[in-house]
T-cell receptor, first 109, second 118 residues
Framework: GQQVMQIPQYQHVQEGEDFTTYCNSS?????IQWYKQRPGGHPVFLIQ?????EVKKQKRLTFQFGEAKKNSSLHITATQTTDVGTYFC?????????FGRGTSLIVHP | KAGVTQTPRYLIKTRGQQVTLSCSPI?????VSWYQQTPGQGLQFLFE???????NKGNFPGRFSGRQFSNSRSEMNVSTLELGDSALYLC?????????????????FGPGTRLLVL
């Protein structure tokens, strides 16, 4: 069925290294959202991308939306221990809110 | 503004029982969505309500139902509980407004209700 794929499932990094998670949809999305869920917590909204090729930055986080609006990425520069958590992308497929399985980021001090 | 609240936070039930979970959205938000989160399946959409009307429904059996009241508060019910229904149930509210022609779909999640079915 139609879905949103996210890779990698897990990523271990040393503090200070960069991190990237990729999101691919089986169909064109009108927009895409990114969320972060800390261990034991609930998803927290980070950003929404709408335009083809859009790039948005939030301090050390850079979000991109692909030209075809079927893929997106989140890049974190110089990770910190506070970045630990699972990062989800989400979009509507056939009107249904669909989340990727998430990428769990583990930062080693 | 107060955030999304969900009650109860934890629940233990046995197979065959039914359960009702409650969600109070952020004041002014008229859209409420429910999700089931499990380690095996991730975040899966259950249903979405807007102004007391179900807008969309995910691929879950009819044992899962929900409703929204005139004050935007929402409840979901699971009947004839199965072991596989053990999960974190998340409610999310959104304004779902349109700004500059782009639909704003920011969802604000509550802390969830952790359901354990024995």
């Amino acid at each position: 069925g139609q879905q949103v794929m996210q890779i990698p499932q897990y990523q271990h990094v040393q503090e200070g290294e960069d991190f990237t998670t990729y999101c691919n949809s089986s169909t064109t999305l009108s927009n895409i959202q990114w969320y972060k869920q800390r261990p034991g917590g609930h998803p927290v909204f980070l950003i929404q991308l709408v335009k083809s090729g859009e790039v948005k930055k939030q301090k050390r986080l850079t979000f991109q939306f692909g030209e075809a609006k079927k893929n997106s990425s989140l890049h974190i520069t110089a990770t910190q221990t506070t970045d630990v958590g699972t990062y989800f992308c989400a979009g509507r497929i056939s009107y249904i809110p669909t989340f990727g399985r998430g990428t769990s980021l583990i930062v080693h001090p | 503004k107060a955030g999304v609240t969900q009650t109860p936070r934890y629940l233990i039930k046995t197979r065959g029982q039914q359960v009702t979970l409650s969600c109070s959205p952020i004041s002014g938000h008229r859209s409420v969505s429910w999700y089931q989160q499990t380690p095996g399946q991730g975040l899966q959409f259950l249903f979405e309500y807007f102004s007391e009307t179900q807008r969309n429904k995910g691929n879950f059996p009819g044992r899962f139902s929900g409703r929204q009241f005139s004050n935007s508060r929402s409840e979901m019910n699971v009947s004839t509980l199965e072991l596989g229904d053990s999960a974190l149930y998340l409610c999310a509210s959104s304004l779902t407004s349109s700004a500059s022609g782009n639909l704003q779909e920011t969802q604000y999640f509550g802390p969830g209700t952790r359901l354990l079915v024995l």
